[in-house]
């Protein structure tokens, strides 16, 4: 028997209704259990808000806009009800569930239809991701009305949730691999690999079921799937990064710029953007520099690109965002903003795995295969006077500060650790989420103008506000960012529009306070939007442990006393 779409939904209304990960991982592993393998990919994947694998670049394009204008066409839909309900659960999946319920019986839905599967669930988002370009829009919508109506409340609750990629049960990709692992009853640690290096969990349960156990030790990379980011954690001070790193640390510049992924393949060439979307048609002196400077027949490389201007020194990041985001009419934007290419990692070189290799030992790869290519600016060192010396000719040379890398250390897709760290210049800026925003005043009355900040909770995937601010933002980037949060709200409390969590932005301020006001008891002060970045996605967001830390850091330094001599 297929699985039903109904079942699913039921197995996320129980994990969504405990909070204990063992219970999650219990109930999950033994509903994967119950899949064919053709279900176990998109169901894994739908489980934890995604429409389709991780690696894919398929995407459903369908806004919160279009998803309401479709419930009012398909059912009696209170949307003051839904209003009351969003107030009290900040889930619009939930709300959703909640009117349908209401409104049974009113509902367009044929009492006679089969119950929908799995399988057609993935099928019908397969055609919607399908359906693009001119006259899309129309026939789009009319896709989902037939698929949302065949749906009942509890299906419908988690259709709109994986259309948003709001998931919010608690069933993270963490606990998703660790169910995977229960289900087919082997280490953690395997489950984790083939993830990482098949790009998709999904895949991997697929596999498991399909091939056994042994096929995960063969599983390797494959070049065109980009492969989850090695990512820093931030050091004070150069001391502190020599001494977390074992003595000695591979100093780099820290460009202001935007990461690639770059994947070759013989003369094929796909570069994919710190968020692992195919930015390929963006960049063609990107892939162009490629073709004629790395020789090798397939490799995985890493870079930092940077828009230099010319006087030599790194142009504003949002002119290099334009660059990303621009895929016609290339050209006269390619001549008025001349990318620079730095590299400084590899992952795959001529069909073999480089990660588990030191990085020094990468490195010295890398320079091997690059051509001319220039690789990131480095010194080796143990002299924390010489690091530091660095560290000001990097600021000097207008770029952002240093990066510390442990010598001996492998590359550790996913993770945010201490092999890499960032050296701190200022008080680090915080990448928060815009989770509401206001109209101005005066000159600013037509614009949402002032935002509330969220940073993230990595437990459930919620955005706590810590701050407020109207500070820090162009004409242009207001106007732009009233039209894109006018597409993602959700409901309206007073002068007050709630969005779903999707834009992020960063966040300058002076320093942590304690507050009242918010749910998280922190409040930023002074604090001012220094870039919306785009080329981040909602759950890199700074987590509300972060800003704790950097309150309670400066707490202490604030706190303490001067030490009373003699
Ligand atoms: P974060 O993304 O906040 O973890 O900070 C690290 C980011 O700095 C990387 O993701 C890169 O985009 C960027 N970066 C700039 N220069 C370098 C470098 N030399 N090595 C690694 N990352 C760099």
């Known amino acids: 028997m297929p699985a039903t779409f109904q079942s699913l939904g039921l197995l996320l209304e129980k994990v969504e209704s405990t909070k204990k990960r063992l219970q999650?991982?219990?109930?999950?592993?033994?509903?994967?259990?119950?899949?064919?393998?053709?279900?176990?990919?998109?169901?894994?994947?739908?489980?934890?808000?995604?429409?389709?694998?991780?690696?894919?670049?398929?995407t459903l394009d369908?806004?919160?806009?279009?998803?309401q204008r479709i419930l009012t066409q398909i059912a009696v839909f209170d949307w003051n009800m839904f209003r009351e309900v969003m107030a009290k659960t900040g889930d619009i999946g939930s709300a959703t569930k909640t009117v349908l319920e209401q409104s049974k019986g009113k509902r367009q839905t044929q009492l006679t239809q089969t119950p929908l599967t799995i399988l057609e669930v993935r099928r019908a988002l397969d055609v919607i991701a399908q359906t693009q370009g001119a006259g899309s829009r129309t026939k789009k919508e009319r896709q989902i009305a037939v698929l949302l109506s065949q749906a009942s409340p509890v299906e419908a609750k988690y259709l709109v949730k994986v259309f948003t990629g709001e998931m919010r049960t608690g069933l993270h990709e963490g606990l998703m691999e660790q169910s995977v692992a229960r289900a087919f009853d082997i280490p953690l640690a395997k489950v984790q690999y083939a993830a990482m290096v098949l790009g998709d969990i999904g895949e991997v349960a697929c596999k498991l079921k399909t091939q056994g156990v042994e096929s995960l030790g063969k599983a390797g990379f494959c070049v065109f799937r980009p492969v989850k980011l090695m990512l820093a954690q931030t050091a004070q001070t150069v001391?502190?990064?020599?001494?977390?790193?074992?003595?000695?640390?591979?100093?780099?510049?820290?460009?202001?710029?935007?990461?690639?992924?770059?994947?070759?393949?013989?003369?094929?060439?796909?570069?994919?953007?710190?968020?692992?979307?195919?930015?390929?048609?963006?960049?063609?002196?990107?892939?162009?520099?490629?073709?004629?400077?790395?020789?090798?027949?397939?490799?995985i490389v890493e870079g930092e690109v940077i828009a230099?201007?010319?006087?030599?020194?790194?142009?504003?990041?949002?002119?290099?965002?334009?660059?990303?985001?621009?895929?016609?009419?290339?050209?006269?934007?390619?001549?008025?903003?001349?990318?620079?290419?730095?590299?400084?990692?590899?992952?795959?070189?001529?069909?073999?795995?480089?990660?588990?290799?030191?990085?020094?030992?990468?490195?010295?790869?890398l320079a091997e295969n690059a051509g001319k290519i220039a690789l990131t600016s480095q010194i080796l060192t143990a002299d924390a006077a010489e690091a530091q010396?660095?560290?000001?000719?990097?600021?000097?040379?207008?770029?952002?500060?240093?990066?510390?890398?442990?010598?001996?250390?492998?590359?550790?897709?996913?993770?945010?650790?201490?092999?890499?760290?960032?050296?701190?210049?200022?008080?680090?800026?915080?990448?928060?989420?815009?989770?509401?925003?206001?109209?101005?005043?005066?000159?600013?009355?037509?614009?949402?103008?002032?935002?509330?900040?969220?940073a993230r909770d990595p437990q459930t995937g919620e955005f706590w506000d810590v701050g407020k601010t109207f500070k820090g933002l162009t004409d242009a980037e207001l106007t732009g960012l009233t039209v894109r949060l006018k597409e993602i709200a959700v409901s309206q409390?007073?002068?007050?529009?709630?969005?779903?969590?999707?834009?992020?932005?960063?966040?300058?301020?002076?320093?942590?306070?304690?507050?009242?006001?918010?749910?998280?008891?922190?409040?930023?002060?002074?604090?001012?939007?220094?870039?919306?970045?785009?080329?981040?996605?909602?759950?890199?967001?700074?987590?509300?442990?972060?800003?704790?830390?950097?309150?309670?850091r400066q707490f202490k330094t604030k706190g303490k006393l001067p030490e009373i001599g003699g």
Request: proline fraction near 5%; glycine fraction near 6%.
């Open 308 to 365: 230099l201007g010319a006087s030599g020194y790194p142009i504003a990041f949002q002119h290099l965002m334009r660059r990303f985001k621009r895929t016609k009419e290339i050209g006269e934007l390619r001549t008025q903003i001349p990318l620079t290419l730095y590299l400084f990692d590899v992952l795959f070189l001529n069909g073999e795995s480089t990660i588990a290799k030191p990085y020094t030992e990468r490195r010295q790869l």
């Open 24 to 58: 999650i991982i219990d109930e999950t592993a033994n509903y994967l259990k119950t899949l064919d393998a053709e279900e176990l990919e998109p169901a894994v994947n739908m489980m934890v808000g995604r429409a389709f694998p991780k690696y894919s670049q398929k």
């Open 389 to 454: 010396a660095y560290l000001k000719e990097a600021l000097s040379a207008g770029h952002e500060g240093l990066m510390a890398k442990k010598p001996d250390s492998p590359y550790t897709p996913g993770r945010r650790g201490k092999r890499w760290l960032k050296i701190k210049t200022v008080l680090e800026p915080l990448d928060l989420v815009i989770t509401a925003a206001e109209y101005g005043y005066g000159r600013r009355k037509e614009w949402l103008s002032d935002y509330y900040l969220g």
């Open 239 to 299: 001391e502190e990064a020599l001494s977390e790193q074992g003595g000695a640390s591979a100093f780099e510049y820290k460009y202001d710029g935007a990461r690639v992924q770059i994947h070759k393949q013989g003369p094929a060439v796909r570069v994919f953007s710190r968020r692992l979307t195919d930015v390929t048609e963006s960049l063609p002196d990107i892939v162009e520099a490629v073709t004629q400077n790395i020789s090798a027949d397939s490799a």
């Open 493 to 552: 409390q007073s002068h007050k529009i709630m969005v779903l969590p999707r834009i992020v932005v960063e966040v300058a301020y002076n320093e942590v306070q304690q507050s009242p006001k918010y749910k998280s008891r922190m409040a930023l002060r002074f604090a001012r939007i220094t870039r919306i970045r785009d080329d981040k996605s909602p759950d890199e967001a700074s987590t509300i442990g972060q800003v704790r830390e950097i309150y309670e």
């Open 62 to 67: 369908v806004s919160w806009a279009i998803l």
